[in-house]
């Protein structure tokens, strides 16, 4: 940006915004220290510095920036009869009062900086300008200025708001995390972030629409516009695994909200240890919502009256429950509680009940209990009877069992359906390990036997005030009910895009997504059709994918229209490992410092892997590292959502090939970049993907023995292959 005559003001302005951001830190503080009464006191007094202590730390969170710019942008509205001075208003990423409490900055999400974002020359919303800052901290480095009112003929009308800015802040490098876009939200996306709060949104966004980070922005404004009840009731963010939660997890502490738990769905079921996924057909399976009829029956089927008579010595008699008594105890049990372990109690209390009835000299059940409950008889009946069980107990006994699995199973699944779910039984159950797609039937196991009685607060649902969910295309019906039994008053954000689904259970429209979420309202939609990640030569050429995987459904329109060409490689298999790894170089040159991602099908993993290593090329692996690394090698089903400098996707046809969904898992892969895409293969690559040079000259010998070609895709008609203008 060139320099601003208002320059040297605007950085007066941001020094004093940070000084008074730094007396209200002191404030809080201050407060902290006077109920800093040391441990005395009396009960009432700990109880009221506890809280207060509490609050304070809780203010301090939102005040803490880091390193974030604290200011971005003024608004100026056009004087009015009512209001002839000219009202200005700073806009940053938290709210900012002098000693006077006089506004300094104003919160982004505040009505009034409503008008900072929506604002366009057909409706400029009251402004007669509206400014934003280039920052680094506290460091202002340029000024934008976009005028309104009586200079609307001036302005390019459609043009995006704030492009300047914008566009600086998407060429900036990756750091492997998430950034927010506090700055530079663009009308549309705002208004998802500021819809209303009740019910269901589906947002629809294809590659680099923004939608994961609006979603996230989404939660900040709802906590800041609804913290009563929000901040009590909490607000719970889903992603589809570890990498992309490391990945977003930077954004909300950036925007002065902490409290929001981020998640993935295997967190939400205590005391389980989840890792891998199964393969399609078993996920299917079990993302089914049959399988809420197989756990109800695979706990039924532990509730059982004894096989044969018990007798228990006592003294110089035998104690006795016959098998029609214990089943009486079973059927009693199961029609006075609505959960499993919740009964075990009343079945002891029967049961000891009615060894104390058949005692001869009348001893009371205390007595008979407190002599006989260690015995292993005893304790060898109640197990049989009405055994205390953890949902990983249940499902590691059921899925290790032939017979259980058949008795549960053979009236809603077929045989081969059930004998997928099979595994051998693991003996340590401290040390349990399930699958991802095991999590939805563990937390329906949980709903059906309830926490143990001895810890009545562990195994509890906890329900959620507003949820957001990313990715949700791929989720199954199974899970989508996990997250309906955790949504409090049906309040959720549903983020995804249709063309991108690639799991199991990926779904081909939002309808069937809203079929097993709540359905107190009539939902909500809203699409992003703006693509501001993906430059536009990338996303011409990843949208030769989209008949594959979603037809019909347009592609967004970049608004990065310059950026360079995509790189198609082609090799043999025997000079496969070194044009990989020569390509890995060529491009992370282009795209230094910022960060690669290199993109490969299941069945490459290990071999890319070796090829970098031999060639001691630095690289980091997705499922251990995230992005922290400056190369990092990325399993094909671990890309999605995340953002890079550049991509270097091997071998197409083996994604098309190996995914259950491999035009959707294609697309993904060659539109994570905001810079440089680059793609090398030794198979012949998909129809779809095969461009001739622009040039017509059939492309260059490389240094592999395969055919190097710069594919200039946006010189093409996609349709046709016909030059245009």
């Known amino acids: 940006m060139a320099e601003h005559p208002d320059l040297i003001a605007e950085q007066a302005a941001i020094d004093h915004a940070y000084v008074c951001l730094e007396l209200m830190r002191d404030a809080a503080r ?64 938290v709210a900012v009062a002098d000693e006077q409490f006089n506004p300094v900055v104003v919160d982004w999400r505040a009505p009034i900086a409503e008008a900072f974002y929506r604002a366009t020359g057909r409706d400029p919303m009251g402004l ?145 240890r989840a890792v891998g996924r199964d393969d399609e057909p078993a996920a299917r399976v079990k993302g089914d919502l049959r399988m809420i009829d197989v756990v109800t029956r695979a706990v039924r089927d532990r509730e059982r009256p004894l096989r044969e008579t018990l007798r228990v010595p006592f003294g110089v008699q035998y104690l006795t429950v016959t098998v029609d008594q214990s089943a009486e105890i079973v059927a009693d049990a199961r029609r006075r509680f609505r959960t499993h372990n919740a009964a075990r109690r009343h079945v002891e209390k029967r049961f000891f009940e009615t060894l104390a009835a058949s005692s001869r000299t009348e001893d009371e059940p205390a007595v008979v209990r407190e002599r006989t ?215 992370l040159r282009a795209v230094e410092p910022g960060n690669l991602a290199v993109v490969v099908p299941g069945s490459l993993v290990d071999r890319v892997a070796d090829a970098l290593e031999g060639a001691g090329l630095p690289f980091g692996l997705a499922s251990r590292q995230g992005l922290d690394q400056q190369v990092t090698l990325v399993p094909i089903w671990l890309v999605k959502g995340l953002e890079l400098d550049g991509v270097v996707v091997v071998e197409p046809a083996a994604i098309l090939e190996e995914e259950a969904r491999g035009g959707q898992a294609l697309y993904v892969s060659l539109t994570r970049s905001t810079k440089r895409l680059a793609v090398v293969h030794a198979r012949p690559l998909p129809d779809v993907l095969r461009v001739e040079p622009a040039d017509g000259s059939g492309g260059d010998e490389d240094a592999f023995g395969g055919e190097r070609t710069d594919a200039h895709v946006s010189a093409l008609d996609l349709d046709g292959g016909r030059p245009v203008g």
């Open 30 to 93: 201050a407060r902290r220290r006077l109920y800093d009464d040391g441990p005395g006191g009396t009960h009432q007094n700990r109880r009221e510095r506890d809280f207060v202590w509490q609050q304070v730390e809780v203010r301090l969170e939102q005040l803490d920036i880091g390193d974030q710019s604290l200011v971005f942008g003024r608004i100026d509205f056009e004087p009015t009869e009512s209001e002839p001075e000219s009202e200005s208003y700073r806009i940053g990423r």
């Open 128 to 272: 007669r300008r509206r400014r934003h800052f280039a920052t680094r901290g506290r460091q202002l480095l340029g000024v934008d200025d976009e005028l309104f009112g009586s200079s609307a003929a001036a302005l390019d009308r459609g043009r995006v708001e704030g492009q300047g800015a914008l566009i600086s802040a998407l060429e900036e490098a990756r750091t492997g995390r998430l950034s927010d876009i506090v700055a530079t939200i663009q009308g549309e996306q705002d208004v998802v972030i500021r819809s209303p709060l009740p019910g269901i949104l589906v947002v629809q966004g294809g590659p680099g629409t923004g939608k994961t980070v609006v979603a996230l922005h989404r939660a900040a404004f709802l906590l800041y516009s609804h913290r009563f009840p929000l901040e009590g009731q909490g607000v719970l963010v889903v992603g589809p695994n570890r990498v992309f939660l490391n990945y977003i997890e930077q954004v909300l502490p950036s925007l002065g909200e902490a409290g929001v738990q981020i998640a993935v769905l295997a967190d939400l079921v205590p005391g389980i």
């Open 373 to 587: 409950r260690h015995l292993t008889e005893v304790r060898m009946a109640l197990e049989r009877i009405w055994p205390v069980l953890t949902p990983s107990e249940l499902l590691n006994d059921l899925f290790g069992s032939p017979g259980l699995l058949r008795s549960a199973c053979e009236r809603w699944l077929s045989r081969q359906e059930w004998e997928l779910l099979g595994r051998p039984r693991q003996s340590e159950t401290e040390r349990l390990v399930f699958t991802h797609d095991d999590v939805p039937l563990l937390d329906e196991a949980l709903e059906r036997l309830g926490p143990p009685p001895s810890k009545r607060d562990h195994g509890e649902v906890r329900t959620y005030g507003h949820i957001v969910v990313d990715e949700a295309q791929d989720l199954s019906p199974m899970q989508l009910r996990m997250l309906d039994r955790r949504s409090l008053n049906g309040s959720m954000t549903i983020v995804g895009d249709i063309a991108q689904a690639t799991g199991a259970w990926a779904h081909d429209d939002w309808q069937s997504v809203l079929d097993h979420l709540p359905d107190r309202r009539p939902p909500s939609f809203a699409e992003l059709r703006v693509g501001y990640r993906v430059p536009g030569p990338i996303m011409d050429y990843a949208a030769r994918v989209l008949p594959l995987a979603a037809p019909g459904l347009e592609p967004p329109e970049s608004i990065r229209r310059a950026g360079d060409p995509p790189t198609v490689v082609a090799t043999s298999d025997q000079s496969f490992d070194r044009a990989v790894v020569e390509l890995v170089r060529d491009e």
